[in-house]
């Protein structure tokens, strides 16, 4: 069993920055692919950034070249950097891990872009 638990979410400007963090409990974190989703309101969830337990990752094109997704693997932790923030950015942020035959969420972090 695997637990996620998201934080850095906030209130920021747009133009702002914030960075996420994901922070996963049990054992095999680095087996895991990860990922990074969000859900506006009104709207369906979206992947907004992957990377696999080998390290490679893809991006929404809504994100390209003003998120960055990485992780640690010998802290348990995963993390989005966030820049140039906009308003359509805001939504609640769910961090993913999966591996074939499991899928795990954690609780989503809320992330508001507004002036």
């Known amino acids: 069993q695997v637990q996620l638990v998201e934080s850095g979410g906030g209130l920021v400007q747009p133009g702002g920055s914030l960075r996420l963090s994901c922070a996963a409990s049990g054992s095999f974190f680095r087996a895991y692919n990860m990922g990074w989703y969000r859900q506006a309101p009104g709207k369906q969830r979206e992947l907004v950034a992957a990377i696999s337990s080998g390290g490679s990752t893809n991006y929404a094109d809504s994100v390209k070249g003003r998120f960055t997704i990485s992780r640690v693997n010998a802290n348990n932790m995963l993390y989005l950097q966030m820049n140039s923030l906009k308003p359509e950015d805001t939504a609640v942020y769910y961090c993913?891990?999966?591996?074939?035959?499991?899928?795990?969420w954690g609780q989503g972090t809320q992330v508001t872009v507004s002036s």
């Open positions: 993913n891990g999966r591996v074939p035959g499991r899928d795990y």
